[in-house]
């Protein structure tokens, strides 16, 4: 029997052993191991951040809550209503980050200003530049990379793709910017400053050999089963595989189902037959009341709820509403085990189609559970009715052959 903290952080993998050491030096061994430890999220990756973020009055915003702020402390809904002179930069780490798609809120703060531009409680000598260290909004959806390159030329937002941020100055709320393709730095004085959470591999996967270059520092799994290239007992679930989809809550919940499948049949030595089809589904705020979703599969094909009403009319006010009222208490259900979560909620999702390669000698061969070593050996010590057959003399075969004819 396990403590809550023990089980917490996983100090060491030990995938060859079939194991792995807890931070209090306690060794576990498993028979079949799901990693699902999202992107590591590190703030000190850009000095300064933290120190900016952590107080509650100075301009600078995340999309969570510090450590250190009080239960009352939610400064960072201040990032679209406190803003009223200056440069204001809503900052996209380098790839991958939490966030993608869905955490772009700068149309609502976009729309926001407009409004209090309107009125006068913004200054007409400010700015808005969104610095992507990317050369895209949304890796591996062309169409919802184009929806939102267009949308922010439409309204005038300025973005300095392949920048990124680097450091911040508190005391002189200032912040430097690295041009990723030449080196060039910059220092820009920021009215406002809103950045995703920068992320780093996670080294227990990368000493373990889980993770690699190859795999962008993500676990190796195969896209479609889920399982790891190199170590068939081991399973990855959410932003942390290495699969060629964005990155989102909803994809990794789909992925659930295609793990909890394929961990069944490999305990019991059969072909992996759960696919997982690159679904990925993330809200796009188009404004203060309005949304779309971004919704694919692998290979850029859209699901028939991608995009729909992208110029923010009725439906995405709809959308906005249903997703605002009901989703929070659909997604706590979720975690109370009260619905099976997406795509099936209420029944249980099953996987009929068989994968290649599937062959029975295969499933055998390939089997690691013991019973079934156990299974085999049994068929050592007392042959099936083909061995028996094989095993009488070649003299007495013609025998028992003519005996079957007469039969």
């Known amino acids: 029997m396990y403590t809550a903290s023990e089980v917490a952080h996983v100090e060491k993998f030990l995938p060859e052993e079939s194991a792995i050491v807890l931070k209090t030096g306690r060794k576990i061994g498993y028979n079949q191991l799901v990693v699902a430890m999202g992107l590591k999220e590190d703030v000190n990756l850009v000095p300064g951040l933290e120190e900016a973020w952590a107080d509650v009055n100075h301009p600078v915003y995340m999309p969570k809550d510090h450590s250190s702020w009080r239960s009352f402390h939610h400064p960072y809904p201040r990032w679209h209503y406190n803003f009223t002179s200056g440069d204001a930069f809503f900052c996209i780490p380098p790839y991958p980050y939490p966030g993608e798609v869905g955490g772009l809120n700068f149309f609502v703060s976009n729309e926001v200003w407009k409004w209090h531009a309107s009125t006068g409680k913004l200054s007409p000598k400010h700015s808005f530049t969104v610095i992507n260290a990317n050369d895209t909004f949304c890796k591996y959806n062309e169409e919802t990379d184009k929806f939102i390159k267009e949308k922010c030329e439409k309204l005038g937002i300025k973005v300095d793709y392949g920048w990124n941020l680097k450091s911040v100055d508190k005391n002189k709320q200032e912040a430097v910017f690295e041009n990723l393709r030449t080196g060039q730095k910059e220092t820009r004085h920021y009215g406002q ?11 227990s996967l990368v000493q373990a050999g889980l993770a690699n270059k190859d795999s962008n520092f993500l676990l190796d799994v195969n896209r479609t089963t889920l399982q790891h290239n190199k170590y068939k007992n081991i399973f990855g679930i959410g932003d942390v595989n290495n699969v060629p989809t964005t990155k989102t809550f909803y994809g990794g919940f789909h992925q659930i189902h295609v793990v909890r499948h394929n961990i069944q049949r490999n305990l019991k030595g059969q072909t992996l037959n759960a696919e997982y089809t690159g679904y990925s589904k993330s809200p796009v705020y188009l404004g203060q009341n309005s949304l779309t979703f971004s919704a694919h599969y692998y290979d850029q094909k859209n699901s028939f709820s991608h995009l729909i009403d992208k110029s923010g009319g009725p ?9 605002g009222k009901n989703q929070k208490k659909r997604i706590f259900n979720w975690y109370l085990k009260k619905s099976w979560g997406p795509p099936t909620f209420k029944l249980k999702k099953t996987f009929r189609k068989e994968l290649a390669p599937a062959t029975p000698s295969a499933e055998k ?4 559970p013991l019973y079934q070593a156990v299974q085999r050996a049994a068929e050592a010590v007392i042959p099936t009715k083909e061995k028996v057959v094989e095993a009488i003399p070649t003299a007495t075969k013609p025998i028992i052959d003519e005996t079957k004819k007469n039969k």
């Open 193 to 203: 400053l809103y950045s995703l959470f920068p992320t780093k591999p996670h080294e």
């Open 315 to 323: 439906i995405s006010n709809i959308r906005y509403y249903v997703w």
């Open 365 to 368: 061969k390939d089997a690691k």
